[in-house]
């Protein structure tokens, strides 16, 4: 399993702070050896490209990607085949009591059946991404859903 080198940056170590993450934890781990509901795999999280993740979210099945636009929205108003994704940062923490939002939105990439989302149907949402995507690409999608705050 791909470990990842948490080096503290000062970007790293800005959102560090701001999350209340402590220098102890930005150390070499993977996020998913960690209890989703602690804070430590919170902290693990911090890594990754919100912008390739973005990149990846968008491009389309017939581009060769996966396709996430296809049934996500990232619209208030826009309900497409799958939840909105407006402000999933926040509502990811909400799912399921006490769990880490970005580790809930990885097991929604990796295992969708793991929850299923209130008012959708289950077996829709491909099950395949843990196999087609690679663990960086899943992490960078992660951390772009991370950072899909509601507006103020
Ligand atoms: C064919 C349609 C489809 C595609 C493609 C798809 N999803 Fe989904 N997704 C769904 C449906 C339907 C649900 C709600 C049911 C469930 O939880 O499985 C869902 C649930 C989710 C959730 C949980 C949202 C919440 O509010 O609880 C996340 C996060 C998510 N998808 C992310 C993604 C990402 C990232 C991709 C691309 C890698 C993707 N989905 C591709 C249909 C899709």
Known sequence: ?????????????GSALLTGCSREQQVV?????LDPFSEEAFCAWH???PQIGQEIFERPVLADGAGCVTCHSRSPETRLVGPSLYGVAVTAAERQKGIIPA???YLSIVDPSF?????????VMPDHYAGTLSEEEITDLVSYLMTLYPDE
Do not use: E, H, K, Q
Request: net charge negative; proline share 6%.
């Open 1 to 13: 399993m791909m470990r990842f080198y948490l080096l503290c940056t000062s970007m790293m170590l």
């Open 29 to 33: 781990v993977d996020a998913r050896d």
């Open 47 to 49: 890594i990754g490209s």
């Open 103 to 105: 580790n809930y939105l």
């Open 115 to 123: 929850y299923v989302t209130p008012g959708f149907p289950a077996d």
